[in-house]
T-cell receptor
Framework: AQTVTQSQPEMSVQEAETVTLSCTYD???????LFWYKQPPSRQMILVIRQEAYKQQNATENRFSVNFQKAAKSFSLKISDSQLGDTAMYFCALSYNTGNQFYFGTGTSLTVIP | GAGVSQTPSNKVTEKGKYVELRCDPI?????LYWYRQSLGQGPEFLIYFQGTGAADDSGLPNDRFFAVRPEGSVSTLKIQRTERGDSAVYLC????????????FGQGTRLTVV
């Protein structure tokens, strides 16, 4: 079975500060992909960042970076220089090579405070 | 179209009624997914189409739920004898087939069963 756990239901951060969202997962497979998705009130899931499990280097996308610890099965998201537009639900997700079926966590609601 | 389109945006129906939810994927995307997102939860996989056929329908909760994609493009999720527990946001996503491809989500249909 695959499970994705996000232990922080809600978080807040001051504008321009840095925040880290946690995610752990469980899988018996060796090849997989990990994702962070953002879901604003519009409900549309937007890809923030993606990590291939076979790559040791942590993925980065502008202000967003991850800390991928494969042995610990941990995949945290760091948002630097937080902006008001970052306020949203953030979901960690896992998928495998065959197709793009995702296994999502329960989400973290992030609020950026002006 | 430019993105994944889902209609209607919101649907209110009475318990026991039949509903159809429509998903229009990005042109050229062969893979199409349906997810259900209950309040306060992450999306849960329902069904995956590769072309016209359902490659994986293991997430459908029971036989009241059915989905089709007759021409390999638009998909319809059908729910018979709706129950109040079916109330959720139903998300659709599409992608090109294969590993390391990005899935694009629609804005979902919020179904409320009263």
């Amino acid at each position: 079975a695959q499970t994705v756990t996000q232990s922080q239901p809600e978080m807040s951060v001051q504008e321009a500060e840095t925040v880290t969202l946690s995610c752990t997962y469980d899988t018996s497979e060796n090849n997989y992909y990990l994702f962070w998705y953002k879901q604003p009130p519009s409900r549309q899931m937007i890809l923030v960042i993606r990590q291939e499990a076979y790559k040791q280097q942590n993925a980065t996308e502008n202000r967003f970076s991850v800390n991928f610890q494969k042995a610990a099965k941990s995949f945290s998201l760091k948002i630097s220089d937080s902006q008001l537009g970052d306020t949203a639900m953030y979901f960690c997700a896992l998928s495998y090579n065959t197709g793009n079926q995702f296994y999502f966590g329960t989400g973290t609601s992030l609020t950026v405070i002006p | 179209g430019a993105g994944v389109s889902q209609t209607p945006s919101n649907k209110v129906t009475e318990k026991g009624k039949y509903v159809e939810l429509r998903c229009d994927p990005i042109s050229g995307h062969t893979a199409l997914y349906w997810y259900r997102q209950s309040l306060g939860q992450g999306p849960e996989f329902l069904i995956y189409f590769q072309g016209t056929g359902a490659a994986d329908d293991s997430g459908l909760p029971n036989d009241r739920f059915f989905a089709v994609r007759p021409e390999g493009s638009v998909s319809t999720l059908k729910i018979q004898r709706t129950e109040r527990g079916d109330s959720a946001v139903y998300l659709c996503a599409s992608s090109f087939y294969g590993r390391n491809t990005e899935a694009f989500f629609g804005q979902g249909t919020r179904l409320t069963v009263v």
